[in-house]
């Protein structure tokens, strides 16, 4: 039996043997990724050889410098029309506050304007005055409202260079209170009156509520005391 199976093995017909070498696989995957990075470093050189012979990175270099230019260009241009945008600016900013300026002056001028017409419509209504020496004309009332009575006169001086006159006015208000006899002046006596040629005094008076004002009496008094002109208005 032994015989048997030793010819076995030793004819042809017996069994063969692969004998295969055994690798481990970090070193397999290690061969791999060389022959890997091999190929691509060879595609790649092949891929910028062949750029460099079709003259693709020079027109690529060409067009950038190019687009810098232009986008350089653009930036200036850019700079210029927000440079014109703010001066534009600018410039409409001043041109409105000179039409304030110009609008504010406009009405400066017609109040300017009504005083004038208002001190041109007082003076129309004086009688021109006769002789020389100081004179109290065009006394005026108004009744403001309850217990408030306005005023209004023209002192004048006339004559050629007539001096300074530094003195008072005074008012003297006269009529009935709770069905008396009443009358009362200026509250804090006369006031200071300064003028040479002429002077515009006007004022608010204040009088008891229920008083039934007569006569309005203005006086100018100099500085001794005595009145030098006077002008009396009746109810």
Do not use: C
Not at 98 to 104: G, T
Request: glycine residues 8%.
């Amino acid at each position: 039996m032994r015989w048997k199976l030793l010819r076995r093995r030793l004819s042809v017909s017996a069994p063969r043997m692969i004998i295969r070498s055994h690798l481990p696989w970090p070193l397999r995957w290690a061969v791999a990724a060389v022959v890997l990075g091999f190929s691509a470093a060879a595609a790649l050189w092949a891929f910028e050889f062949g750029k460099d012979i079709a003259g693709i990175d020079r027109d690529a270099e060409a067009e950038l410098v190019q687009l810098r230019a232009e986008v350089a260009a653009l930036r200036r241009d850019s700079e210029r029309a927000v440079s014109v945008a703010n001066t534009a600016e600018s410039l409409l900013k001043a041109e409105r506050a000179a039409q304030e300026r110009l609008a504010q002056q406009l009405r400066q001028l017609e109040a300017d304007k009504q005083g004038l017409q208002a001190d041109l419509g007082f003076f129309e209504k004086l009688l021109p005055a006769g002789g020389e020496g100081l004179q109290l004309r065009g006394l005026q009332t108004e009744r403001q409202g309850p217990g408030e009575l306005r005023y209004q006169l023209l002192v004048m001086q006339t004559g050629k260079a007539p001096a300074e006159f530094n003195g008072r006015y005074d008012l003297l208000l006269t009529g009935l209170l709770d069905g008396k006899a009443w009358s009362m002046s200026l509250q804090g006596g006369a006031r200071p009156l300064l003028l040479r040629q002429y002077a515009r005094v006007e004022g608010l008076v204040s009088h008891p509520v229920g008083a039934v004002i007569k006569t309005v009496q203005a006086r100018v008094i100099d500085a001794q005391g005595a009145v030098r002109a006077s002008q009396t208005l009746r109810f």
